[in-house]
């Protein structure tokens, strides 16, 4: 993205810039809280703060974080941190997905789908689950796949599932912050 900014401006030129501020994308009040957090490429930079937060905190609750990109080797942004978090107990979990390191493509909410059982449970005992990145594709693609995880963990109907959902929202505890 930056090539494709600076291609287009002279030196010296001023890029406008602004600030989308976002008041309810942050950790739940109670540390204990567990959060479920999904964030391809760029959208990792919150849960990385929110990391760093729980970090310094002696009383934490279980993190959970779904990364996805392109490329193992180039795109795994913060990787040596995400791994520091994890040997230090911050981070409880985390599971990556990178679309063109193989013929098929994986993506985050195909992750979600390997682990449905277990997000779901995390949800039923009162996780916050935090969306952050392309509002185009990737979030619409991971609110459907949360739909499926809990019609069918939860035993639902659709119209059952669409309201637990509408509830995670209501309560706070289904955040994004997409763009």
């Not at 974080?65 to 409880?92: A, M, R, S």
């Not at 390191?101 to 916050?128: I, N, R, S």
């Amino acid at each position: 993205m930056l090539n494709l900014l600076s291609d287009r401006i002279e030196d010296g030129e001023t890029v406008p810039v602004y600030i989308d501020k976002n008041p309810n994308f942050k950790l739940p009040a109670d540390e204990h809280t567990p959060v479920i957090m999904v964030g391809p490429g760029t959208g990792i930079a919150p849960f990385r703060a929110f990391m760093q937060e729980r970090a310094l905190s002696s009383v934490r609750g279980k993190n959970w974080l779904f990364f996805g990109d392109q490329h193992f080797t180039t795109d795994f942004l913060y990787q040596i941190e995400w791994q520091k978090l994890l040997k230090d107990k911050v981070l409880t979990r985390m599971d990556v997905a990178f679309s063109r390191d193989t013929d098929q493509k994986a993506y985050v909410q195909h992750k979600m789908l390997q682990h449905a059982k277990e997000l779901f449970g995390w949800l039923e005992d009162g996780a916050c689950f935090y969306v952050c990145g392309d509002m185009q594709r990737m979030a619409k693609d991971v609110n459907t796949t949360l739909h499926n995880i809990v019609k069918k963990e939860g035993g639902l109907s659709d119209d059952a599932a669409k309201e637990y959902i509408r509830n995670l929202h209501k309560q706070k505890r289904y955040q994004e912050d997409v763009y």
